[in-house]
């Protein structure tokens, strides 16, 4: 058994459009509760601010609590799970890649920083004004989505440039000018995680990726250290942890299948593999699932 992806279409109300879609957050879960109930992944883009509720979300087997004022931001493959503990309220919008470049010729999803790099965390905490801006922003979007008026593709761009504007400024907030990454080092790193997602059951070394990005190995090193504060190899074996967390925990594989299905070349090297980065054995992890 697979992680299920979802894809925008199954989430469809207005045919208009069919690479966005916008939503009261309370409603969307009640509509597609048979969808979302389980652990699953999109094909898509997602935002959701959170203006009540309480409870957990798990993406990538990181626990994130809700709470007002929490926003999320979810890319293309990363799996997740709500889990409420008061009735949340607030409002979701998702798009497609094509949506955004489409729309936007001069600048591209991942120069912002929530969707930058899967290292950046998902999730931004906003103060009470800040919440109540970023609330009527939500619900003015929500709105336009929802009736048929002049100019509305126009208008919806606009104001989700607005929304994402917004909370760019607000998640970098603290971050000092020094410490924001330099525009050819993002995009070694962008095109470097995309490599090690295609590339990583077979290709496990520093050196493939390097020579895939016309780069010595020494720089692209240097690029992950200052941009991440991480080695390459830590990238690699993360992304190949987080895969085996995912098999380990969503499919109907034994063990030895995984290690298998990972290329390693026995269960033993795979358990002391898995045990090295997260404490626990494989078995141990997938009892707790």
């Known amino acids: ?20 879609y916008v939503n009261d957050f309370l409603n969307h879960i009640q509509i597609n509760k048979d969808l979302i109930t389980k652990p699953h ?8 601010l959170f203006t009540k509720g309480t409870g957990t979300h798990e993406i990538d ?15 293309p493959g990363q799996t997740h799970a709500w889990k409420f503990d008061t009735n949340p309220e607030g409002y979701i919008f ?21 969707y930058y790099s899967y290292q950046n965390p998902p999730t931004l905490k906003l103060d009470a004004m800040q919440t109540l801006d970023l609330n009527t922003k939500f619900e003015v979007l929500y709105n336009e989505y929802s009736n048929n008026n002049l100019l509305k593709e126009l208008k919806l761009i606009t104001i989700i440039s607005s929304i994402y504007i917004d909370l760019t400024r607000a998640y970098t907030a603290n971050v000092k000018p020094e410490n924001l990454i330099t525009s050819s080092y993002s995009k070694i790193l962008e095109q470097l995680e995309i490599l090690i997602n295609q590339n990583f059951y077979t290709q496990k070394l520093p050196n493939f990726y390097a020579n895939k990005l016309n780069i010595t190995t020494k720089h692209l090193n240097r690029v992950v250290k200052q941009t991440l504060n991480k080695t390459t190899s830590q990238l690699i074996s993360e992304r190949i942890l987080l895969e085996a967390k995912r098999l380990i925990a ?20 795979f358990s002391k593999f898995f045990k090295s980065k997260t404490g626990i054995t494989p078995m141990a992890f997938k009892k707790q699932y």
């Open 61 to 75: 087997f990181n626990s994130y609590s809700i709470s007002p004022g929490k926003v999320f931001f979810l890319k």
């Open 41 to 48: 992944s999109h094909n898509f883009y997602l935002c959701v």
């Open 250 to 269: 969503h499919s109907k594989s034994n063990l030895t299948e995984i290690a298998d299905t990972l290329e390693f070349s026995d269960y033993a090297y």
């Open 94 to 114: 998702f798009h497609t890649q094509d949506f955004y470049d489409l729309n936007f010729l001069s600048h591209a999803l991942e120069n912002f920083p929530f």
């Open 1 to 20: 058994m697979k992680i299920p992806v979802l894809k925008i279409n199954q989430f469809q109300k207005i045919k208009t459009f069919n690479d966005l």
